[in-house]
C-alpha cells in the first residue's frame, strides 16, 4: 500500500534524516530527498557547511536509491524567520529561530514545495511523535527524552501535522547511529549540527556585530552599583554568566556574575551575583502570541507541566489566564532565568499542548 504514496524527505545532510528516508524507503514508500538551502550570507565562510551537506545529502541518496533535489529557500528564510530574529534581538528579547524556522520553512515552505512535487506527506528527522485521535492531530515527545524535541515543534498547526511524519520519533539515538552504519551509510558518525538554525556554529556576539549596531551602556546591580560596561544590550541574554567581563568583582562568597534584567529605558544591563538570585527565580510569567496544536487554549487552573526552555526538565504548573492572544502561568516551584523572547511550551504528560512567547516573568 506504501509504495503508491509519496513521501518527501528533508535531508540535511545529517544522520537523522538520512535514517529517516531510509526507513520509509524499507517500509516500501515512494520516497523523494529534498535537500534545503536557507542562507546564502557569508556562504564561503568556515562557519557555513551547506557545500559538504549537500554532498552527504546526495551520497545518502544514491545508496539508499532514492532521487533528491536542491532547493533555495534563502529568501523565504530572511524575510521569515531571519528579520524576525534580529527585531527581538533590538528590542533586548531571547529569540529562539528554531521554533520559527519550523513553523515557516520545514513545514511551509518546504510542505508546499513538497506538494508540488506529488508528495502526500513530508518527513523530517524530529524526534517527536504524531498521533490522531478522534479526528485531531497530536504532537507526542519523543522515545529518546534527551533527544526530544517536541519544544521546537510546538507552534505546528493541525494541517501541517496531519502531514508530517516523525520516522525516529520511536527510536534512540544509539539505534539511529547503528542503522546507518549497518547500511553504509557516508554520515552514520557524523556530528550532529549545532548553532543557529540553517546559519549554524558560529561566534554568535561576531556574528550579530554584522548585523546589529553596538551601544555600549553601563552594568548596574539591582542596587544601583556600577561593577562594569556592556558592549550593547542585544549581546546578553538573562541567566548569561560566561562573557561579562567583571569576573574579578567578587562578593565574600566568590559567587559568579550573571545577567538578571535588560534596562531598555537606560540602556543598563541589571547584574547579580549567585546562581540563585530572587533576581534570577520566577514563580510566574506572562506570555503572548499564544498558539495552541488543538485549536483551543487548555483549561484554566489544570494541572500541566511546562518548559521555558529546550532540555529543562518539565516543571508542574498552572494556566492561571488566558485569551486569544495571550496567557499566563504559575510554576509550583520558582523558575530559573525565565527570558523575554524564549517560549514557554505546555505539556499534558507526553502530548505538546503548544505555548506562546514570554514576555516577562516575576521575580520572587
Known amino acids: 500500500m506504501n509504495k503508491n504514496k509519496r513521501v518527501v524527505v528533508g535531508m540535511s545532510g545529517g544522520v537523522d534524516s ?173 556530528k550532529d549540527s549545532t548553532g543557529i538554525c540553517f546559519i549554524g556554529e558560529r561566534p554568535f556576539r561576531e556574528f550579530l556585530s554584522g548585523y546589529l549596531p553596538t551601544q555600549p551602556g553601563e552594568m548596574r546591580t539591582p542596587e544601583g552599583k556600577l561593577v562594569g560596561r556592556h558592549i550593547g544590550l542585544s549581546f546578553y541574554t538573562l541567566g548569561q554568566r560566561q562573557g561579562l567581563g567583571i569576573g574579578g568583582e567578587k562578593n565574600s562568597s566568590g559567587e559568579p556574575w550573571f545577567v538578571a534584567e535588560k534596562d531598555m529605558k537606560n540602556n543598563r544591563l541589571i547584574v547579580v551575583q549567585g546562581h540563585d538570585h530572587p533576581a534570577l527565580l520566577s514563580h510566574t510569567l506572562t506570555a503572548l502570541d499564544a498558539h495552541w496544536i488543538s485549536g483551543s487554549a487548555p483549561e484554566i487552573n489544570t494541572p500541566y507541566a511546562a518548559k521555558t526552555r529546550y532540555r529543562q526538565a518539565d516543571a508542574p504548573c498552572r494556566l492561571t489566564h488566558q485569551t486569544a492572544a495571550s496567557c499566563a502561568i504559575s510554576f509550583d516551584q520558582p523558575q530559573w532565568a525565565v527570558t523575554p523572547g524564549q517560549s514557554v511550551v505546555l505539556y499534558e504528560d507526553e502530548v505538546c499542548l503548544g505555548g506562546a512567547i514570554i514576555e516577562t516573568g516575576q521575580p520572587v
Open 18 to 190: 538520512s535514517v529517516t528516508a531510509l526507513l520509509l524507503k524499507q517500509q516500501g514508500f515512494d520516497v523523494v530527498g529534498l535537500f534545503m538551502k536557507n542562507w546564502e550570507d557569508d556562504d564561503n565562510s568556515e562557519y557555513c557547511s551547506s557545500r559538504q551537506d549537500l554532498l552527504d545529502a546526495v551520497s545518502v541518496a544514491d545508496t539508499i536509491g532514492i532521487p533528491i533535489e536542491a532547493v533555495n529557500f534563502a529568501k523565504e528564510y530572511k524575510d521569515r524567520v531571519f528579520s524576525s530574529f534580529l527585531r527581538e534581538y533590538q528590542a533586548g528579547r531571547t529569540p529562539n529561530p528554531d521554533i520559527l524556522c519550523n513553523a515557516e520553512i520545514k513545514f511551509k515552505a518546504f510542505l508546499d514545495h513538497a506538494i508540488e512535487l506529488g508528495a502526500d506527506t513530508i518527513a523530517t528527522g524530529h524526534y517527536a511523535q504524531v498521533r490522531e485521535v478522534n479526528g485531531l492531530f497530536q504532537l507526542l515527545k519523543a522515545a529518546d527524552g534527551s533527544k526530544d524535541q517536541s519544544y521546537f515543534l510546538h507552534r505546528l498547526n493541525q494541517t501541517q501535522l496531519s502531514r508530517a511524519m516523525f520516522p525516529l520519533g520511536h527510536l534512540l539515538k544509539s539505534e539511529i547511529r547503528k542503522i546507518a552504519e549497518q547500511h553504509g551509510l557516508c554520515n552514520f558518525a557524523k
